[in-house]
């Protein structure tokens, strides 16, 4: 039972049942400085996220 | 339709189409609030090939503004052909839009690529950014003035622009509070310069960017890893994950302060500024810029 996601050449896995914001908070991400997709498409950070999903997220903040 | 972007300092949620449709009015309303250039006028816009360049481009083609692109070869590779594939991207994306794009490279100009530049003029500790930003600016400003653009556009969002102004107060940097600024008028030397994007958060032009489907570089320039206003950018969005809207204000408010001349220059300033005799573009010494002091001191060793 885990939710996978996946930023760069990183990997992490939650529980399912809990939102995309408290998925990133679990793993430390700063949920402003990623964009989240899943099959392609943007999700927003209330959606609750399911067993066997895969998460790709989108690093935002570039130097300069 | 579904919503695809929240952006909770707006308290509004777009589905794509709107969103795409919410970004470029939102432009035109900017640059027309801050009174950066009229449509009659000839737009250039500095493009990296990243995120927020390109969409300023797309953009403004959109808007219907005669927009041509620059294309500044920095020579940096960083084991990721950074450059190369910056430049790649920054060529098809103006093919594909039948767009104008300027190239002017670094080491074929002035000798040697950033990188070496920095090193042999030792400037910036280690870091090429110092010796970047200050032949960035230089090259920008004499293809805008050399080939006639009126007005020259930069891609800074609000997280660029929030977090440079943390660090000018963090030290209280009057001159340089003073000079941030949406849109800063051309002097004597010195091109136009606007920043179309500067209220948008950087999340929302990387959303535009993925939901226009504008292919732009994703790696990060090799050098900024650990740079300071990544630091900056990191702990301004801990603050905005806990309370929305907090980048937005910190930057309206300093726009509004300094409207109001919280930042007054000192009365002896401002006046002692000189045309560079090589260049032209203003400088604060009797003698040469610091951009051409630099090429020149590299020609002697
Ligand atoms: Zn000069």
Same mark, same amino acid.
């Given at each position: ?14 529980? +399912? ?13 700063? +949920? ?33 | ?301």
């Amino acid at each position: 039972m885990t939710v996978k996601l996946i930023l760069r050449d990183k990997e992490f896995e939650v529980r +399912p049942g809990m939102t995309l914001l408290s998925s990133l908070e679990k793993i430390n991400i700063i +949920p402003e400085a990623v964009l989240a997709t899943r099959d392609g498409e943007m999700i927003l950070e209330d959606e609750i996220l399911k067993d066997g999903q895969v998460v790709k997220l989108i690093s935002v903040i570039s130097g300069g | 339709m579904k919503a695809s972007v929240h952006m909770r300092q707006h308290k509004l949620a777009l589905c794509r189409d709107h969103y795409l449709e919410w970004i470029p009015e939102q432009t035109e309303r900017f640059i027309k609030k801050y009174e950066m250039f009229r449509r009659e006028e000839r737009v250039l816009v500095a493009v990296s090939g990243g995120k927020d360049s390109l969409s300023l481009w797309d953009i403004l083609h959109r808007l219907g503004y005669q927009a041509d692109g620059l294309y500044i070869g920095l020579g940096i590779d960083g084991g990721v052909g950074y450059s190369d594939e910056s430049h790649r991207l920054s060529e098809k994306f103006a093919s594909e839009n039948g767009l104008r794009l300027h190239v002017v490279d670094v080491a074929k100009e002035y000798g040697q690529p950033i990188p070496i530049l920095a090193e042999m003029s030792h400037r910036g500790q280690g870091r090429p950014c110092a010796v970047c930003g200050l032949a960035k600016r230089h090259i920008m400003n004499r293809i805008a003035r050399d080939l006639g653009y009126d007005v020259l556009a930069t891609g800074h969002n609000l997280d660029d622009e929030a977090a440079v102004l943390f660090g000018n107060t963090l030290q209280w940097s009057g001159n340089f509070l003073r000079r941030q600024s949406p849109a800063l008028r051309e002097s004597p030397g010195l091109a136009r310069k606007v920043k179309p994007l500067c209220r948008f958060y950087e999340r929302e032009m990387a959303a535009y960017a993925l939901l226009r489907g504008i292919e732009y570089i994703y790696e990060e320039c090799p050098f900024a890893e650990g740079a300071t206003s990544i630091y900056y950018k990191e702990l301004l969005n801990r603050l905005e994950t806990d309370k929305p809207g907090s980048k937005l204000i910190f930057y309206l408010r300093f726009l509004e302060a300094r409207e109001t001349g919280l930042f007054a220059p000192a009365p002896e300033e401002a006046a002692n500024l000189h045309p560079c005799p090589n260049c032209g573009q203003p400088t604060s010494t009797d003698d040469l810029c610091s951009f051409c002091r630099m090429i020149e001191k590299l020609k002697t060793v």
